[in-house]
Nanobody, 123 residues
Framework: QVQLVESGGGLVQAGGSLRLSCAASGRTLSSYAMGWFRQAPGKEREFAAAITWSGSPTYYADSVKGRFTISKDNAKNTVYLQMNMLKPEDTAVYYC????????????????WGQGTQVTVSS
């Protein structure tokens, strides 16, 4: 089993920044991809960003490309999501996930999920 603990969410004004962290524990994660999904109120969960175990390639949804950056620290089994130039439409619960990557077709298929962290962007 894999346990994922997210942190870093909060309330920020439009144009501001936040950094999410997700620490994984429980088993060896080599060969797994890690990443983030988000779910806005009344909407389905959607992919945001993913990174392979080696750190490259990375994948982004078009809606966050150029504003969000995903990175990871393998020694700490931690993945980060740096979110800049935040917009009100980025408001969502952000979920960390670990699983398999199928490239650009499906950057991350989550096998393990965190509890989620709330990000709220005010206008």
């Amino acid at each position: 089993q894999v346990q994922l603990v997210e942190s870093g969410g909060g309330l920020v004004q439009a144009g501001g920044s936040l950094r999410l962290s997700c620490a994984a524990s429980g088993r060896t994660l080599s060969s797994y991809a890690m990443g983030w999904f988000r779910q806005a109120p009344g909407k389905e969960r959607e992919f945001a960003a993913a990174i392979t175990w080696s750190g490259s390639p990375t994948y982004y949804a078009d809606s966050v490309k150029g504003r969000f950056t995903i990175s990871k620290d393998n020694a700490k089994n931690t993945v980060y999501l740096q979110m800049n130039m935040l917009k009100p439409e980025d408001t969502a619960v952000y979920y960390c996930a670990v699983g398999a990557s199928y490239g650009y077709t499906e950057p991350l298929r989550g096998n393990y999920w965190g509890q989620g962290t709330q990000v709220t962007v005010s206008s």
